[in-house]
């Protein structure tokens, strides 16, 4: 198993560069945050890790923002422990309640049981928020769907719920496959869940492909998603800040893909498109 560094970072002025900070760390491998009053915990593979990567970011640039930081290596963390102590239930316009196990039930139409490891998923983030909301208005009935970048499955089994048919999950990420296993056992759904990313896809096509996972992937791998995309099919991604919004539209439009419906939740954002 892969040691995990801790950042400390300390915000000064918090908002919103807190939020703006988590998706820049993002892209450079970062993958759990806990939030703190002056700043943001967090968390990397020791592996991944690159300084050079770290000093690059633009905020950290910005002589308006003041930003500091401090790390230290966390061996055999307890994730799920961690979890536990910062994982609330989560209803997404009170329709889905998005809870672990030893939460209460929250009677809402639809209820998804995640226990997530390290895996992201948890409906905490906004992103997974604006997935589940674009997917409550989205008709899954015997739809073939892709979740890439699945995580903890948590969209590919709301996915099953909603109706889909054959629904794939693939995730780059180890833990991440596992967990989503776990996960699809727990709420009583079938997926096939798999190690992965856009560079194995090709030998099926899908009604429905979701894909939350950041700019720089999207930005590369939308005309790969696209390939494989029936023709009237949609492409939900998700991500992406407001300020990511024009270069992942312009490679939308190289590929031909209409832009259906637009949300945002903070500073981030949720693109509907359809082929
Ligand atoms: C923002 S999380 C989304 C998780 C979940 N789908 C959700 O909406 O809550 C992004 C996920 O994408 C995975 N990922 C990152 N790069 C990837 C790639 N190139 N291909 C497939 N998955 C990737 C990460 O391991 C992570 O689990």
């Known amino acids: 198993m892969n040691n995990y560094l801790e950042f ?10 807190n939020e703006i900070l988590m998706a820049e760390l993002i892209e ?3 993958d759990s945050f806990t939030e703190e009053h002056d700043g943001i915990l967090a968390y990397i593979p020791k592996d991944l890790f690159n300084e050079n990567d770290l000093k690059q970011i633009h905020l950290i640039q910005n002589p308006e923002i003041s930003i500091s930081y401090t790390y230290q290596e966390m061996p055999n963390i307890n994730w799920n422990e961690e979890w536990e102590k910062n994982f609330d239930p989560i209803n ?15 009677n809402l ?9 390290m895996s992201f ?8 928020y604006l997935m589940i909301q674009q997917m409550l ?11 890439m970048g699945c995580g903890t499955s948590v969209l590919a089994i709301f996915a099953k719920q909603k109706g889909a048919g054959k629904t794939v999950a693939i995730d780059i990420d180890e833990w991440s496959v596992e967990n989503s296993k776990e996960n699809a056992v727990r709420n009583n759904v079938e997926l096939e869940i798999s190690q992965g990313t856009a560079d194995n896809l090709g030998n099926e096509n899908f009604d429905i492909i979701l894909a939350n996972i950041n700019r720089n992937i999207l930005i590369s791998d939308i005309p790969t998603y696209v390939s494989v995309l029936n023709d009237g099919g949609q492409l939900l991604l998700s991500g992406l800040c407001f300020f990511d919004v024009d270069d992942i539209l312009e490679v939308c439009t190289e590929q031909k893909l209409t832009l259906k419906r637009k949300l945002q939740r903070e500073e981030w954002v949720s693109l509907l498109l359809e082929k």
């Open 92 to 106: 997404v316009e009170n329709q889905v309640s998005i809870r672990a196990e030893f939460h209460e039930n929250q």
């Open 28 to 30: 450079i491998g970062f």
């Open 121 to 128: 998923g948890t409906g905490h983030h906004a992103t997974t």
């Open 8 to 17: 400390n970072f300390k915000i000064s002025p918090l908002q919103p560069w």
């Open 109 to 117: 139409p639809h209820e998804i049981i995640i226990q997530p490891k």
């Open 137 to 147: 208005d989205m008709d899954f009935e015997n739809k073939t769907v892709l979740d």
